[in-house]
């Protein structure tokens, strides 16, 4: 989970000032004025989450921009009022901000106040959840393994197992009776060391299918 960027009082008042610009839509994220917030946003947050992507856990040394998006969890397509919400911001690699693009996230209807449940969102939110509790990593980039429902709809909207699409392996990789099997098995183990067996293991035949 991670700390929300704190938006100095000049940068605050400039927020509230672009918001009630006349015609105000979300294609003024792209306006030139903002860059310095902009900025703000990408330092805090490549800084909080040690240049790692809080959806596919790879982390990018590089802090040029062609390597990573500002991530608006709820899109702010959606919901314009949210556009600079703290709460609703990270960085994200430029793969999972384009696979998850305008994806609904959330059942809340909130226009004003910002949902802070976890129930809220049907996705690992990067401020309110554990991704672990909810996604089984095995390689960064790779392959993922789904604990809860949160964690199959953060692996279905960012395309976390994009690897085996762009390799043919298929767009389902758990159609393979053993890796499948693997994923339910690592799910419920409780030893350390089996699981880091199983997480190999998986990787190993992951690596075989897609060869």
């Known amino acids: 989970m991670l700390n929300s960027v704190v938006f100095s009082d000049a940068e605050s ?22 860059d310095n917030i902009k900025k703000t946003i990408k330092n805090h947050y490549l800084k909080e ?13 590089s802090n040029n921009g062609r390597h990573w998006d500002i991530e ?20 994200s690699c430029v793969d999972c901000n384009l696979a998850k693009s305008d994806k609904k996230v959330t059942n809340s209807k909130a226009k004003r106040n910002y949902p802070i449940k976890s129930n809220s969102f049907s ?8 991704y672990h509790e ?9 392959y993922y393994v789904a604990l809860k429902k949160k964690g199959e709809k953060t692996i279905e909207f960012c395309k976390l197992n994009r690897f085996y ?5 298929g767009s389902s990789v758990q159609d393979d009776d ?34």
Request: aromatic residues 8%; glycine residues 2%.
């Open 49 to 61: 989450q040690k240049n790692t992507c809080p959806y596919c856990k790879q982390k990018i040394k």
């Open 72 to 91: 608006h969890i709820i899109p702010r397509s959606m919901t314009l009022s949210f556009m600079f919400e703290p709460l609703n911001l990270c960085m």
């Open 178 to 211: 053993r890796i499948f099997l693997l994923s339910e098995q690592l799910k419920v183990e409780k030893n350390e060391k089996i699981k880091k067996q199983i997480r190999r293991n998986i990787a190993e035949l992951a690596i075989k299918g897609s060869a």
């Open 134 to 142: 909810n996604i089984i990593v095995i390689k960064e980039g790779f």
């Open 165 to 169: 699409e762009f390799s043919e392996f």
């Open 13 to 34: 008042e400039q927020i509230q000032n672009k918001l009630l610009c006349n015609g105000f839509s979300s294609e003024n994220w792209s306006d030139k004025d903002l």
């Open 123 to 130: 996705i690992v939110h990067p401020h309110l959840d554990n």
